[in-house]
């Protein structure tokens, strides 16, 4: 180990690298004092401040097991640098295997010093399990050049977290300015428990001639892991914006405000169940020629998208907003959309129903569909040939819409009341129709109620009444209703006579009640 070179920082709570022999100035290679000093660190359960700039002409690999912590705090990204100068990278914290450790790093700049610098930061565990106690905190990180314009510096590959049961990262940004080869990633987060990202922009931005700079803007493909928690976030520049892959359908990810603007996809989820997706603007590609798409869900169940706002790209191709279809042994069902549509579309369908999906219903606040829509040529959604019309519903602005063909019925309002104790003469709900007077009071002057008649399973009944506003009472003058024996009464009908409301029933049946003859309509009085 390099002698300490001031005496009077050897008891000092924290260690720096200069107590091992850097200067941080950028001038000579330093990776051997930091590397000396991040073992030190972890052998003395002393935590690091990082307040120069260091050059580091070979990576450092820092093996963790069980107990390690290392914890480095700088003075800011513009002030704390750790300039990468190789093509093999910048920190490395592999575990072995199922180590519980952590890893904390706040206020730092981890800075490309070639074109094609190696990985800057990679923390992983080669086995994850709920039960491992490991941790990642990202705080206040700039990964990339000072300038996104500087194209003779950049990284070879982004922000590596795999394995990690609990990671946080919190104004991270993740910068690639024009990336010799496309990266594989921005940020992996793969086989981590739960990762929680807030204000984390990743840019990957580059010359290739088709799609981002990055396959990947954040990759989190596990088994048993659950979903992430995302907050203020940004992708932009990459393939697919979001891969998150799970074997099976887990409990699922909450993400609030940010934005997607990626070339391909800017979404793939497959295995996601309870998730929420609220706040999001979502753009379109600048180069993609090809069928480009927003959410594309392979295997997803109750999933809620609100106010998530698509905005126009440079569309070279079609565009779909959403597009779902079932992997093999799974299902997409429960899917809840409520957001607008842009104001302007191509040539298919923005939403695509694939086969094997159930229960799917889409929320269209601000859409009132016409027959020869401009926007739509070629309809809202398109339904695989497989999937009934029945399982997908839409609600727009001028109420539910359906595209089913042939002579079944659609679309359908559906008002359910539940009751644990159903009952002869419960109202089941109305339909209302409201205005005001002349006083600015609201008013119902017209309503369509329910009712149970009979609740008795295999013979239930039902009726409906009709009220209107008279005299500024709502009063009933229609009821439709089964008769329950012969002769008995199928519908009444309110009229005024002298000024007074009458009841009028209507009978259908024979010419007299036991009698064989002509059947008649008679009106009693």
């Given amino acids: 180990m390099t002698t300490k070179v001031t005496p009077n920082m050897m ?35 002393k935590p690091v401040e990082i307040l120069g700039r260091y050059k580091l002409d070979s990576a450092i690999t820092q093996s963790m097991t069980v ?11 513009s002030s704390s640098t750790l300039l990468i100068n190789n093509t093999t990278g910048g920190l490395f914290f592999p575990d072995g295997e199922n180590k ?51 194209e003779d510096e950049d990284f070879s590959n982004g922000l590596d977290i795999d394995g990690s049961f609990r990671a946080r990262l919190d104004n991270v940004k993740v910068i690639s300015s024009s990336a010799t080869a496309k990266w594989d990633y921005m ?38 892991q659950e979903g992430f928690n995302w907050q203020e976030c940004t992708v932009n520049g ?56 927003d959410f594309h869900i392979v295997d997803g169940e109750k999933l809620n998208f609100v106010d ?5 790209g440079n569309v070279g191709g079609s565009r779909r907003h959403f597009y779902l279809e079932p992997k093999v042994g799974g299902v997409v069902r429960d899917i809840y959309i409520h957001s607008n549509l842009m104001s302007a579309e191509t040539d298919v369908a923005p939403f695509y129903i694939g086969a094997g999906c159930t229960n799917i219903t889409i929320h269209l606040p601000n859409y009132i569909p016409t027959v020869d829509n401009a926007n739509y040529p070629n309809q809202l959604v398109e339904i695989d040939a497989s999937v009934s019309p029945d399982e997908v519903t839409i609600i727009t602005a001028s109420g539910p819409l359906s595209y089913q063909d042939g002579s079944s019925g659609g ?42 008649e009979t609740e008795t399973d295999g013979s239930e009944d039902g009726s409906l009444e009709f009220f209107t506003q008279r005299a500024g009472t709502s009063t009933r003058f229609l009821d439709l209703n089964f008769p329950a024996v012969n002769n008995s009464s199928v519908l009444e009908v309110g009229v005024r006579e002298s000024g007074a409301l009458v009841v009028y029933r209507v009978k259908v049946g024979a010419a007299d009640s036991g009698g064989t003859g002509q059947r008649l309509l008679t009106i009693d009085n």
């Fill in 67 to 77: 107990g390690d912590h290392f914890v480095a705090r700088g003075n800011g990204p």
């Fill in 411 to 452: 679309p359908d309002w559906k008002l359910m009341r539940v009751s644990a104790s159903p009952a002869s003469g419960d109202a089941l709900g109305s339909l209302k129709y409201v205005g005001q007077n002349d006083a600015a009071e609201e008013v119902d002057y017209g309503v369509i109620r329910a009712k149970i």
């Fill in 100 to 150: 519980q450790f952590t890893v904390t790093l706040e206020r730092m700049h981890f800075k490309p010093g070639l074109a094609d610098s190696g990985q800057p930061l990679s923390v992983t565990r080669t086995a994850g399990g709920l039960d491992k106690d490991s941790s990642v905190l990202l705080r206040d990180i700039h990964i990339g050049p000072e300038n996104e314009n500087d």
């Fill in 238 to 293: 990459a393939d697919i914006g979001l891969n998150f892959i799970r074997d099976s359908r887990e409990p699922g990810f909450r993400m609030t405000k940010g934005h997607f603007n990626n070339e391909v996809k800017n979404v793939y989820i497959e295995g996601m169940k309870d998730g929420i997706m609220e706040g999001m603007l979502m753009y379109g590609p600048s180069t993609y020629a090809g069928e480009f798409i």
């Fill in 11 to 45: 008891d000092l709570p924290f260690l720096m690298p200069e107590q091992y022999g850097a200067a941080g100035d950028l001038v000579a290679d330093e990776s051997t004092e930091v590397g000396n000093m991040i073992a030190a660190s972890i052998t003395d359960k």
């Fill in 308 to 312: 998530v706002e698509f905005r126009q």
């Fill in 187 to 224: 940020l992996n987060v793969d086989n981590s428990y739960k990762p929680e990202l807030s204000n984390v922009f990743l840019n990957c931005v580059d010359a290739q001639p088709f799609g981002g700079g990055a396959l990947v803007g954040i990759s989190d493909v596990g088994t048993d």
